[in-house]
């Protein structure tokens, strides 16, 4: 640990006695600040330290960790860790350094190949949910009346066949709920984040086949109860891998590939349905088997991925985290960078959180007031996912579009035309998303969510004799996929990896899924019945409400997370809930009113939190201009 001494009198020019802490103090300051960071101060881990007692930790570090023969390049990067903005400044960058750090913030999307591979061949595995969610909807056409379950109003027994294709329908979710995602901190502390990720393949390879040859419901039950435990494993891993692997400028981009894969597995088992649903009896069964095809790319290729580098560095493996870095990054400059900077980080972690075990660790969920606030935002941002009502078209288009008078092609082509807007709309989001940030893009969408599912229960009034009725409720499901797809639609997943700390990232993220899972598969069970009692225009016009609540719950308890490192995230979760509340309501609302409302152009809003300290792309110009707004 440095000594609380400055070293030089250059040192001193660069950093003032209040601004830097050193020894057991500086230890106890960032322990406390991660847990209660009352001031709101967003600090890098390596601020204030003097050049001579930085680089003396980085000696410490390159001779503990085997890197000898790497320590002037470890020095550059923990300058260039340190102070980001300043790297122009450093005479120990020589002109190829400088050039690498000035291409990530001209050129972004320059990423390596290896990186882009990775992420896109790991979010493939969203299309198996994606896909699977619209093989159930055509097959809740016609597997009903095979097994003897017939769901339609006026059937014999409809009210509890309808609870029953309601089961079956949620099967998947259960399982992922209550086994799959509690599985996920275990094994990935076993096999690592690309052995997880391959178990998951399997199991989303063979269920679906199996589900296509099954004789009875309750066979078709149990098949899509074990695929939940393989889609509860992929959904609770490939986030947190993507986020582990991506730099924090395009974080929310690339890892929002989760949604854009979803989005185009849903469009691909729409567009199965129709190519098949001429088949007779044996539709349904291709519609649900069909669901194996995007496991195979991740059986086939997981491996030829790099493993996460903090999972590496977690199991302290150094040596294997930075050669996977140095294939995840542009220049050996930025993966030294960017390890010495999350190992600084780890370490304050675990001065903040400390060692644990699984059970220890389900607990500190809720007893570590970092972890805790972590908890709450993910719980917000997924049960939002399921309060908005997607999951009714996802699960229930082709039934919906047949309640609303269309024919079996005709339902199926409006669902296909949801897929294809549900796909196309979130691609934009990938280019949004760390622009106008998470927190944004959600409470821009809310509202427009609800205000369309309204109208669609309306629609439901209007006689079946108009011409208008079918059109205008096609009209406004679309107008919602839209607005869901840009917004709600690629935040909650990319948004659930990021917030929790690495030694609580794979039990935080298994939560969060659960929640996301677990609610899906409430909806997916009730609305049927739903349906069934309260007719489409009380059910669609009951979700409209949960939009607006689930649009206050985001504005109150969910902080925004862009372009801040994974690391840095412990010091925005370390602000209390009641200051982060307190704030959206006494000063970015009234601001909000001036500014906006009031059209007062020099409406002047005080920032939420304070950035003094970290120096990097959030206080850059560029950023700043190119930005949707202020954090907060």
């Known amino acids: 640990?440095?000594?609380?001494?400055?070293?030089?009198?250059?040192?001193?020019?660069?950093?003032?006695?209040?601004?830097?802490?050193?020894?057991?103090?500086?230890?106890?300051?960032?322990?406390?600040a991660i847990n209660n960071n009352t001031s709101a101060r967003?600090?890098?881990?390596?601020?204030?330290?003097?050049?001579q007692e930085l680089f003396a930790g980085v000696d410490r570090f390159c001779a503990e960790q085997g890197f000898q023969d790497e320590q002037t390049l470890f020095r550059k990067a923990a300058l260039l860790?340190?102070?980001?903005?300043?790297?122009?400044?450093?005479?120990?960058?020589?002109?190829?350094?400088?050039?690498?750090?000035?291409?990530?913030?001209?050129?972004?999307?320059?990423?390596?190949?290896?990186?882009?591979?990775?992420?896109?061949?790991?979010?493939?595995g969203a299309a198996v949910q994606g896909w699977d969610q619209t093989g159930s909807n055509g097959a809740n056409l016609s597997f009903p009346i095979q097994f003897g379950i017939n769901d339609a109003t006026g059937a014999p027994n409809a009210s509890r066949n309808q609870w029953l294709v309601g089961l079956v329908?949620?099967?998947?979710?259960?399982?992922?709920?209550?086994?799959?995602?509690?599985l996920n901190d275990p094994l990935n502390n076993w096999l690592g984040r690309r052995g997880v990720i391959f178990l998951a393949a399997l199991f989303c390879f063979l269920t679906p086949i199996g589900s296509a040859v099954t004789q009875t419901w309750p066979q078709l039950l149990i098949c899509r109860l074990l695929m939940g435990i393989g889609m509860g494993l992929k959904g609770s891993t490939i986030p947190i891998f993507n986020s582990e692997n991506v730099p924090a400028s395009v974080r929310g981009g690339l890892v929002m590939s989760w949604q854009l894969w979803t989005a185009f597995g849903i469009f691909l088992g729409c567009t199965a349905n129709?190519?098949?649903?001429?088949?007779?009896?044996?539709?349904?069964?291709?519609?649900?088997?069909?669901?194996?095809?995007?496991?195979?790319?991740?059986?086939?290729?997981?491996?030829?991925?790099?493993?996460?580098?903090?999972?590496?560095?977690?199991?302290?493996?150094?040596?294997?985290?930075?050669?996977?870095?140095?294939?995840?990054?542009?220049?050996?400059?930025?993966?030294?960078?960017?390890?010495?900077?999350?190992?600084?980080?780890?370490?304050?972690?675990?001065?903040?959180?400390?060692?644990?075990n699984y059970l220890s660790r389900f607990v500190e969920l809720f007893t570590i007031p970092r972890v805790r606030r972590a908890t709450m935002a993910s719980w917000v941002v997924m049960i939002a996912q399921q309060m908005c009502g997607i999951n009714i078209i996802a699960f229930y288009s082709s039934s919906v579009f047949s309640d609303a008078g269309y024919s079996t092609l005709s339902s199926l082509l409006a669902s296909w035309g949801f897929g294809l807007l549900n796909f196309l709309f979130a691609i934009p989001a990938v280019f949004t998303i760390d622009t106008f940030g998470r927190r944004g893009l959600l409470l821009a969408t809310f509202p427009n969510m609800a205000w369309t599912?309204?109208?669609?229960?309306?629609?439901?009034?209007?006689?079946?004799?108009?011409?208008?009725?079918?059109?205008?409720?096609?009209?406004?499901?679309?107008?919602?996929?839209?607005?869901?797809?840009?917004?709600?639609?690629?935040?909650?997943?990319?948004?659930s990896a990021e917030v929790f700390p690495i030694t609580h990232r794979e039990v935080g993220m298994g939560w969060a899924v659960a929640t996301c899972l677990f609610y899906a598969s409430v909806?997916?069970?009730?609305?049927?019945?739903?349906?069934?009692?309260?007719?489409?225009?009380?059910?669609?016009?009951?979700?409209?409400?949960?939009?607006?609540?689930?649009?206050?719950?985001?504005?109150?308890?969910?902080?925004?997370?862009?372009?801040?490192?994974?690391?840095?995230?412990?010091?925005?979760?370390?602000?209390?809930?009641?200051?982060?509340?307190?704030?959206?309501?006494?000063?970015?609302l009234p601001w909000f009113?001036?500014?906006?409302?009031?059209?007062?152009?020099?409406?002047?809003?005080?920032?939420?939190?304070?950035?003094?300290?970290?120096?990097?792309?959030?206080?850059?110009?560029d950023y700043v201009a190119s930005a949707g707004g202020p954090a907060h």
């Not at 194996?292 to 493993?307: G, R």
Request: net charge neutral; with cysteine.
């Open 169 to 182: 329908n949620s099967a998947p979710y259960i399982g992922s709920a209550l086994i799959g995602c509690w």
């Open 274 to 356: 129709l190519a098949v649903y001429k088949v007779g009896r044996l539709a349904w069964r291709l519609q649900l088997g069909s669901a194996f095809i995007p496991a195979v790319p991740l059986l086939l290729f997981v491996y030829t991925t790099p493993e996460s580098p903090r999972w590496l560095m977690k199991k302290n493996r150094y040596q294997q985290a930075f050669r996977s870095l140095l294939k995840l990054r542009n220049s050996p400059l930025q993966a030294a960078r960017d390890l010495y900077y999350v190992h600084c980080q780890l370490e304050e972690e675990r001065l903040a959180i400390g060692e644990s």
């Open 593 to 621: 009113f001036r500014r906006y409302i009031g059209r007062n152009k020099n409406a002047h809003l005080e920032p939420l939190y304070d950035l003094d300290q970290i120096g990097g792309i959030e206080k850059s110009a």
């Open 1 to 32: 640990m440095p000594s609380d001494k400055y070293s030089t009198e250059a040192d001193k020019l660069e950093y003032s006695q209040e601004e830097y802490v050193g020894g057991a103090n500086r230890d106890v300051a960032i322990a406390a």
């Open 453 to 495: 599912l309204l109208a669609t229960g309306l629609c439901y009034l209007i006689p079946e004799s108009s011409s208008a009725r079918i059109p205008l409720i096609c009209l406004f499901i679309y107008l919602f996929t839209i607005a869901y797809s840009v917004g709600e639609g690629p935040v909650p997943f990319a948004y």
């Open 81 to 124: 860790a340190q102070n980001p903005a300043k790297f122009e400044e450093y005479d120990e960058l020589d002109d190829a350094d400088k050039n690498w750090v000035r291409r990530e913030k001209t050129h972004k999307w320059d990423q390596p190949r290896a990186l882009i591979f990775t992420v896109v061949l790991a979010s493939v």
């Open 42 to 51: 967003i600090q890098n881990p390596l601020y204030g330290i003097p050049k």
């Open 523 to 588: 909806l997916s069970l009730t609305f049927p019945r739903m349906v069934g009692a309260m007719g489409h225009t009380g059910a669609f016009c009951f979700y409209a409400g949960l939009n607006m609540l689930a649009f206050v719950m985001i504005f109150f308890l969910l902080p925004e997370t862009k372009q801040l490192t994974l690391e840095e995230l412990d010091y925005v979760f370390g602000v209390p809930t009641s200051k982060h509340a307190a704030y959206q309501a006494r000063t970015w």
